[in-house]
């Protein structure tokens, strides 16, 4: 059975940085695409970063050049390095599948603001 659990969130200040991971246990990462999804106060989840199982990494232009994806294969972690956060940033995020699993892990909450 696949679980996923997300961490790294909290408050931090417009400007800021944080560094989520996604720990993933009954799934061999190498051998699927990954993403990192949100959703804000009153949103849809969508995704905003995914990485291919060759390593191509791909994000929405909102994030574009302020988030990375990466993965480390031997601790089945994906992880998504956030620079220079705004306060449309603000959301719940996850990790999952691409295309998703029909389920979906706790998530972890990002804020940001002053």
């Known amino acids: 059975q696949v679980q996923l659990v997300e961490s790294g969130g909290g408050l931090v200040q417009p400007g800021g940085s944080l560094r989520l991971s996604c720990a993933a246990s009954?799934?061999?990462?190498?051998?699927?695409?990954m993403g990192w999804y949100r959703q804000g106060p009153g949103k849809q989840r969508d995704l905003v970063a995914s990485i291919t199982r060759g390593g191509t990494s791909t994000y929405v232009d909102s994030v574009k050049g302020r988030f990375t994806i990466s993965t480390d294969n031997a601790k089945n972690t994906v992880y998504l390095q956030m620079n220079s956060l705004k306060p449309e940033d603000t959301a719940v995020y996850y990790c999952?599948?691409?295309?998703?699993?029909?389920?979906w892990g706790q998530g972890t909450q990002v804020t940001v603001s002053s």
């Open positions: 999952n599948r691409v295309p998703a699993w029909g389920f």
């Open positions: 009954g799934i061999i990462f190498r051998y699927v695409a």
